[in-house]
């Protein structure tokens, strides 16, 4: 029973480098979405999908890339970290069309740390 | 343009008492959803409540209800018999459409969230 997974769930980066974070669900979701958490700032959506080989961007996605090639999985990546983009990572996913008490399933969560 | 506010960035709660946490919305769509998650201090978000717009009667779920007050764009969240455990970060969000007639991406957007301390 393991819903959404997220990898890793702790990564310090120095700032140029580039990162993918992990996002598997096994409930098979059509939607998937990326936010970041930020003290004093609630979430953000970065980057969501309605389904395979569907993106769109969401409030944040500047400096985040995202791709999704099946159902399960919804890879972040951050092609060259910068400070500005230290937070927690959250992914979710719940089905596309949202009808109803259809609340989104979160991860655990990635905690990144820039330097 | 969709915004939800949560004016209260930490509360105090006495063990056994009912508390109430805030959540004022702003959205120009008639057909919308209302949802609580509870973030305790491990991180992960955790579903509540939730309320439709077109919901007749609000919300209840255990413990919680939802005071929801449409005109006043208002959905507050009722916390009954406060336990220690219920110590957290608590997150107002919306998503515009898919109530009763579906349609809806599941896009949310977020509150800057209450802290609840819950003292014994």
């Known amino acids: 029973n393991a819903g959404v997974t997220q990898t890793?769930?702790?990564?310090?980066?120095?700032?140029?480098?580039?990162?993918?974070?992990?996002?598997?669900?096994d409930m098979n979701h059509e939607y998937m979405s990326w936010y970041r958490q930020d003290p004093g700032m609630g979430l953000r959506l970065i980057h969501y999908s309605?389904?395979?080989?569907?993106?769109?961007?969401?409030?944040?996605?500047?400096?985040?890339?995202?791709?999704?090639?099946?159902?399960?999985?919804?890879?972040?990546?951050?092609l060259s970290a910068a400070p500005s983009q230290t937070s927690v990572y959250f992914c979710a996913s719940s089905?596309?069309?949202?009808?109803?008490n259809q609340p989104?399933?979160?991860?655990?969560?990635?905690?990144?740390s820039i330097l | 343009a969709q915004k939800i506010t949560q004016t209260q960035p930490g509360m105090f709660?006495?063990?056994?008492?009912?508390?109430?946490?805030?959540?004022?919305?702003?959205?120009?769509?008639?057909?919308?959803?209302?949802?609580w998650y509870k973030?305790?201090?491990?991180?992960?978000?955790i579903f509540l409540i939730y309320q439709g717009s077109y919901d007749q009667q609000n919300?209840?779920?255990?413990?919680?209800?939802?005071?929801?007050?449409?005109?006043?764009?208002?959905?507050n969240l009722v916390i009954s018999a406060s336990q220690l455990g219920d110590s957290a970060m608590y997150f107002c969000a919306m998503r515009e459409g898919g109530t009763n007639y579906g349609g809806a991406?599941?896009?949310l957007i977020f509150g800057t969230g209450t802290l609840l301390a819950v003292q014994p």
Request: aromatic fraction near 8%; proline fraction near 5%.
């Open chain 1, 50 to 78: 309605v389904g395979a080989g569907i993106t769109d961007q969401g409030e944040v996605p500047n400096g985040y890339n995202v791709s999704r090639s099946t159902t399960e999985d919804f890879p972040l990546r951050l």
């Open chain 2, 13 to 35: 709660v006495q063990e056994k008492e009912a508390v109430t946490l805030d959540c004022t919305y702003d959205t120009s769509d008639p057909s919308y959803g209302l949802f």
């Open chain 2, 105 to 107: 991406t599941n896009k």
């Open chain 2, 59 to 75: 919300a209840t779920e255990g413990r919680y209800s939802l005071n929801f007050q449409k005109a006043r764009k208002s959905a």
């Open chain 1, 8 to 25: 890793p769930k702790f990564q310090v980066l120095k700032t140029g480098q580039s990162m993918t974070l992990q996002c598997a669900q």
């Open chain 2, 39 to 45: 973030q305790p201090s491990s991180g992960e978000m």
């Open chain 1, 104 to 112: 989104q399933h979160f991860g655990d969560g990635t905690r990144l």
């Open chain 1, 95 to 100: 089905p596309a069309r949202a009808w109803g």
